[in-house]
Structures are given as C-alpha cells and as structure tokens.
C-alpha cells in the first residue's frame, strides 16, 4: 500500500502544481485518471481499523475520508475544478500524508500502517 | 456595518471614481434576471464561499478546505508587479483573488475586474468594503450584465491599457471555473485579451519590418502626389449598383482565373498586386490593382501590359513599383502628417484609410467605402488550399506544395478543414469582424465567397465563381470611361503649392534635426542637475520646464512623426521601462535625462540621414505634368 499512496500523493501533487501554477483546466481529467487508486485505497483504509488508533479517531478519519470521496464524487459530474482541486490536494493529499509523514520523520517504513 | 451600508459605501465610491455608475449599477439590479443563481455556503474554517449555478452549470467558486489557498498561490506566481501595471482579472466570485492582488501588492495597479454575472458582482459589493483598495490602485468594476458595459466598452478598457509595450507587465487572469458556469463570456474575454495583444506584436513587427525602407518609400513616393487622385474621388463616377470583385492571389485561384474574362465590363474588378500577372496572362485585365507592402518586389507587377492599369496604393508602399507604374495613382489618407496636410488642401474627407491589414481587405475595404453593395471575393483563400500558399504564376509558375501537417486547421469553404497559419488567420477574424460590422450598418451589404477552397469567412454566400458572375453581373459598365471623368486632385496653383512644399522636405528635416539636439541638450542639462549631491529643486523644475515645451517642439514637428517610426526599438524600450519606479527623484531624474538625451540624439541622427535623402529625391526635381 506504501507505493501505491506514494504514487497516488505524487499525482495528486502534479495536478495541483498545474492547477495553481500553470492555470491547467485538466483537473477533472488528471483526478479521473487516479480514480482507481483512490478507490483502492479507500477500501484499504475504510476495511477497518488496523492503525493502533482510537475507534473514535478512526471513525473521525473514515468520516473525513468519505467527505473527500463525496466532493470528489459530486465535483468530476459537473466538471468542478475548485471542488475538486479543493478535496483532492487540501483533503485527499493530506489525508495521504498521514501515512507518508511518519517515514518523512524517521526515514523508517515501519512506521506506515502495516497492510491488512 | 451591515450589508447595505457597505453596498452603499461602495456605490458611493464607485461614482466619486466614475461618474454615473452608481446609477448604472442600480439600473442593472433592478432589471436583474433569475439566470444566474448565488448559493452561499460556509468553508470548514467560517469563510463564506459561492456555489453557482447558470444555465451552463453549477460549480463553486472557492474551495471547502482551503478557500483562499489558491487565490494565495497565484498572488504569489504573479510577483513583483510594475508600478501601473494593468492586471485583467476575470470573476470576482472567489473574492480571495481580488483581495490579495489589491489588499497586498506593493505597488499601485490598475486592476480591470469583469464579472459576468452583476448577481455576483452585487454580491461582492456588499460584503467587501472596495473604498481602501479604490484608493491605493485604479480599478474599474465592469460586468456585461450592466448597460453600457458590452463588448465595445470591455474591448476598448483593454486597448487603451495594453500596447506592445505593456504587454511584458500585463496580467490577464480568469477564475477557475467561470469558463464552465460562463463559457461564452469567458471565451469572448479571453479572445478580446488576445486579440489585442496579437494586434500590438503585429503592430510593432510591421514597423519593425519596414522601419528600414519606410522613409525611402515616403519620399520617393510623395513626388507622385502632385499628379495623383484621392479613393474619396471614387464614389463619384463609379456606379454603385454593380459588383466589385476582389482577387487576391491564393491558390484557389488556378480553379477559376478564367471565370473572370465573363466579369469585364460587369464588375469593378480590383486584384491585389500578386495576383497581376497570372491575370494579365489568363487574359484578364483588372479594372485597378492595388499595392500596400512597403518591400513588394517588382518583379511580381513588372509587366508592360500592367503599367497603365490604374493603382491603388499608399504612399509607404514599395516606391520602386509606384515609379515604374505610369497610369493613374489613388492614394487614401493614411495618417502621415505632412501627406494629409496636403490632401487637406483639396480633400476634407478624412477617416478613407485601407483597413485589415493585408492588400486584399484593404481593396475589399475600398469598395465598401465607395458604396458598392455587393462584393465578390475570388483567390481569398486565407488557407493553404492544396498545400498551397499562393496561386501558380505569382511567385513561381508552379508554386510548390509545402507541408502543412502541423499547421492550425479552419473550417473551409468548400473543404471541411483546411490548413491555415497566423497572419491569415488574423485577417480572417478581420473579414469576419469587419463584414459583420458593415452589414449591421447596411443590413443591404453582401458579400459573395467565391473563393473555390480555402477558409470559410462568416456571413458570407458561398457559390462558384461562374454562378456568382450569372447571378450578379448583369449590368455592363465601362470603369475606365468612368474614371477617365476625374481630374487629379492637385492643378493649377495647387499643384504649385504642392510642389513647393514637397520641395522644402530637406529644410524641414533640418529643422527637426536642430530643434532635436536642443531637447537633447536639455536633458543632459537635467542629468547634470540631477547628479549634484544636492539637487536644487529651482534648477529641477526650471529645466523641466524648458523641456517640456521644447520636447513638445519637437514631438509636434511634422518630421517627427517618420523619426518617431523609423525608431521603433527605442521607442519600444522607453515605453517598456516608463512605468519602472526608482527609489529617489533624483534617480528618477537621471534615468530619465539619460533616456530622453539618448532617444532625442537618435532623433536628430534620424533627421540628419532623412534629409540627406530628401535632398536627393527633391533637389533638382521637376515634375512633369
């Protein structure tokens, strides 16, 4: 899962930099493209906890998790970029560094989430 | 302060800054529709955001998360802006945008807002006190939505601000998500935009192209003058109620050159330079022709059978051409000073310029302006019909087919697309523009394409070139007997006036020439006032003084208008660099004594070199009759 939340950070980040630099109108496109990784790790993430965290803080973070996916969802339809820039780079991008944060820190894998 | 107070507020200082728009905006809100719909929401973190809907979508404006993230961002791309810079911002229903731009630049702007929708516009007002930001920069509100505010007024905010050199410190930004909730308006704002900012390059690349031969041109050709005839003569003798037939020379034109032997003596045939020779040799004499490009070789129009056809042309157009031309000259006014002040003599009428840029509008231009109510085009291709960039016969006998796979493809007229490049496409949006433009003047005006390939020109008929002569010349019509009634516009004592003032060309120069060192002087005068450790402001506004009626002197002088082109480089970098701010008067003084001394030097080189060269044209001359 750590390469694929790599991958899926590194993709959302170059959709943002064309988004906010560039004036690229391609987020809908670019943010389509991904829909697979972001579903899987959603199912990763929403089949239960096995982060070592509080059922409270897991049950706050599936919530956040699927206000992202809701806006993320309701946003590609109508073609809305600021949506969805909005959900997937100031949402979806830092929900993603939660788990990269932690090697970003110690430099050590074993602190991302162990895969179920 | 509530919502109405700060609407009002705003009012109020919107009409202090532009008199009469309080009421324009009242007008509009009072008439407004149910079109645009204003959803406000609350951010995660309490700022106000819009969700809006239109008949073309519904999409927020600002995000959930981080409304004023992106607006941060982009402040931060646009950075150090110039003093007056102008800055086109599209939308201002992510209000974060305006805010930083105005609430945070350093330096005064001129900030041109458009909003679409005046619901989001009123929306803005009264939520965001504009009256400190009004204050520190220059910044016009318009919306399409507000009478008087169409695309006219938008168009010329743009062109009076943006010129070939502001161009580098303009901005132009549209909100993200306005080209889906307003495509129409965006695209017409964005290609107003660029439209203005491809006429300034052209502008300034024209110049530069024939900055070289521009006064060589000018001189030599204003020696035709005293013989020549004016197109405001045309509207007398030629009947307006036959077809005028444009031929330009694009390759479309090897289809139906010989469709037009059936159109003499119909039709005021008027071709472009190019397209002389292949008519000349497919049996076609055009009834005039018309040149406009100063660098037009003359081996295009070398031609014994071409040299009393009467000529269209300016007086910057290629002078080896007009000298070798012996028929009737028709000159239109083109706005060089010492030339209208000539015409003015004999011909009141002003405003008879060619229009759009290439020979083939302008000759199109003309028979509008003389009152021809239908026009056929032949040979307009403004595209690449066959690969093709001209007809066989112009440039070469057979002109090669050129590779036009990359090249940008058109709708055509007879093909579904075809390949055209840049300078064609602008003078396709010319026609396009232009055609509508008479025919909302004269809702009687035609204009028939029967180019046989190329692009499709809007409001046009499209037919073959043979059904077009069928339909619409039936009439016969002698042309040269027609212009044969004319007298040139200068005889008698006005040809000697004329004459006379061609003849002190070479003094006016040298007049230019010393009162251009004067200014010259004068601001190396004020670099040394400037450069004391301790500037005297009496010495500073004195010299200031002195300088502004003697630049005044030289910017008014006849002569300076052909100085002033032939340096369009220099003027492109003072033009650049005037709106750069500097730390001190006294640096500001400088820079500006060093820049004015060295452009009024090369003024006075210019002069110099003019009028050596006008001594060779004028001295000795004596015109025949």
Redesign the interface.
Known sequence: MEGLIRELHQELYSMSVGYLYYRSRKAVEEVTGVLPKIREFAEWFLSGNQFGIGAEDYRGLSATLLGILEDIADAIPRKDRVLLHDAAAYGLMGFLELFLEGEKEDGAEGDLPAES | MGQKETYLRNLETLERHYPGMRDMIEKGRKSLGEEVKVMAEEAYDGTRILRVRTAD??????????PR??AR??AR?LGNLQENAPVFLMGVG?PAYLEELAGHAGRRLVIVVYEPSLRILLDFLERHEIGGWMGRHTIVFCSGEIEGMSWGYMRSIIGRLVSYGTLPLTRF??L??Y??LFPEETLAFVKACNETAVNEMVQFNTLHRFEGVYVKNLFANSRHLCSCYKTTQLPSVIPQDIPGIVVAAGPSLNRNIGDLRDAKGRALIIAVDTAIKPLLNAGVEPDMYVIVDAKKPLSLVEDERARDIPLVTTVDAASEVLDYHRGMKFFANEGVWFVDRLFARRDKEAGTAMEGGSVATAAFTLLYKIGIQRVILVGQDLAFTGNRSHADGTFEERMPEEDTSRFLMVEGNVEEKVPTRGDFQIYLNWYNSYIKGCQEHDPDFRVINATEGGAKIQNTEVMTLRDAIRKECGKTVDIQACLGRLRPLFEGEDREWAIGELKKIPDSCGELQGEAEEAAALYRKLGAVCGKPTMSRKAYLGVLKKLRRQVGKVERHEMYQLANQSLNAARYIIQNEQLLTYDSVQEEGMEIARKGALYMESVARCAGIFQEYARQVFDGWEPGE
Not at chain 2, 57 to 66: A, I, N, Q, T
């Open positions: 979508g519904e999409c927020y404006l600002s995000g959930k998360r981080e993230g992106p961002e982009w791309t992510d930004f549209v993200q998500n080209d889906v």
